[in-house]
């Protein structure tokens, strides 16, 4: 079953996401239609439960299908994730289904260390890095109410002016 | 609304033109859609969508003394407006090197016999007035194809004998 996503700017993308405490059949079943509404996405390469309304702490990721994606994990179920470790940090132009026909810069870490939980409260370690960690970063914010609207860098501004240009007099 | 205007303002730069003639042009009723505002050498530019109920000539009669007492220079066209897809540049080029006469008419010249359409294109000269320097960045789609440009690219750097700095990069977005 493919589930009706939220989009912007409804205001409950903005509402912070609780741990998931049980993980029983009824999580299993949420996790095959959240998974199966995200393969029907325009990237197909990540979702959070909150964008179908869902405000538990719960996204899923699969980059193995991107061209030049070399360095993956696969289909990850990720249930109360954390973010551990970051390091370096590149800009790049992001899209999300939450936010249809707008995309923007943001400045992701390029290398991250994560903790999750599996599909059966099995508590798992990654070293991800690239398209993969970018995805997980960006998914991860929708677990606490942020947009990658929230975290735009100017466009026209990666460039930036040390002082004013003078004319010597 | 059912009518959409490209407005441009251009005049010296000084606080409060942009609140001053935005205001200006809610209180009037009208509603706005894409803008770019900046500041270019001393003057602000400032050029946007505007949906109105009003004709041309109210809109200007609208704008008109607030553009005069902030000494803006006005420009309205009639335009096609509605939301619609954004096209996604997929191709960043930067150039850079000695300040002269030409750059931006010959890398562009080049790049668009090669497919290349401009979505953004910004360029800047700093340095000192003995040296200055001249850079431009632009994103744009490749519609003949990433390697078509790049081969202009190659024959552009040619020509250009290593005095100008030219860069192409593919811009990917992230569909999340």
Partial sequence: ?169 | MKNWFMLALVGQDRVGIVGQITNALYRGGCNLGEASMLRLGTNFTMMMMVNTQLDESALISLIKPAADQLGLHLHLDQIEGELHPHPEPDVKIVVHGADRAGIVAQVTGELATAGLNILDLETGVGGSNEKPFYFMHIEGSATLGMETLQRALEKLKETLQGNIEINLSPLETFDL
Avoid at chain 1, 22 to 37: A, I, V, W, Y
Avoid at chain 1, 45 to 60: E, H, L, Y
Avoid at chain 1, 66 to 94: Q, S, Y
């Fill in chain 1, 1 to 169: 079953m493919i589930l009706s996503l939220l989009t912007y700017p409804d205001p409950l993308l903005k509402q912070i996401s609780q741990p998931v405490e049980n993980f029983d059949d009824e999580l299993r079943n949420f996790l095959s239609h959240l998974e199966e509404t995200m393969r029907a996405g325009p990237g197909g390469v990540g979702i959070a439960a909150p964008q179908v309304g869902r405000f538990q702490r719960i996204a899923i990721i699969d980059v193995s299908g991107g061209k030049k994606v070399t360095k993956h994990h696969g289909r990850l179920m990720l249930i109360n994730p954390e973010i551990t470790d970051w390091e370096g940090f590149e800009i790049a132009r992001e899209g999300c289904m939450s936010v249809p026909d707008y995309t923007g810069n943001v400045i992701r870490a390029t290398h991250i260390k994560l903790t999750a939980q599996n599909e059966r409260g099995e508590l798992q370690q990654f070293e991800m890095e690239g398209y993969e960690a970018r995805a997980v970063q960006h998914e991860l914010d929708h677990l606490d109410g942020l947009l990658f609207l929230d975290r735009l860098v100017s466009r026209r501004h990666d460039l930036f002016q040390r002082k004013t240009y003078q004319q010597k007099k």
